[in-house]
Nanobody, 124 residues
Framework: QVQLVESGGGLVQAGGSLRLSCAAS????????MGWFRQAAGKGREFVAW????????YYADSVKGRFTISRDNAKNTVYLQMNSLKPEDTAVYYC?????????????????WGQGTQVTVSS
């Protein structure tokens, strides 16, 4: 069992920045690939970013490339999502998720554990 707790969401103007954090406990964090997903009101859950267990590989959705950066600090059992140049269309509940498959995945079905989500709202 893994517990994940997101923080850092809030209200920001278009063009602004936020940094989301996801603190993990339970099963060994350093062995897990970590992903960020988001779900806008009335929409399905959408892949945002992924980072390898070692932090040496990352992958981003086209919609956030060049604006968002995923990182992790295994010593702190924490993964981050730095969100810059935010747009109104980034408004969503953001979730962190963990998998132990050892491969990048953009599918929510391939993630084993999920946080409760944190709301990000970008105003125009």
């Amino acid at each position: 069992q893994v517990q994940l707790v997101e923080s850092g969401g809030g209200l920001v103007q278009a063009g602004g920045s936020l940094r989301l954090s996801c603190a993990a406990s339970g099963r060994t964090f350093s062995s897990a690939g970590m992903g960020w997903f988001r779900q806008a009101a009335g929409k399905g859950r959408e892949f945002v970013a992924w980072i390898r267990w070692s932090g040496t590989s990352t992958y981003y959705a086209d919609s956030v490339k060049g604006r968002f950066t995923i990182s992790r600090d295994n010593a702190k059992n924490t993964v981050y999502l730095q969100m810059n140049s935010l747009k109104p269309e980034d408004t969503a509940v953001y979730y962190c998720a963990a998998n132990f498959r050892g491969l990048v995945s953009t599918s929510p079905a391939n993630y084993d554990y999920w946080g409760q989500g944190t709301q990000v709202t970008v105003s125009s």
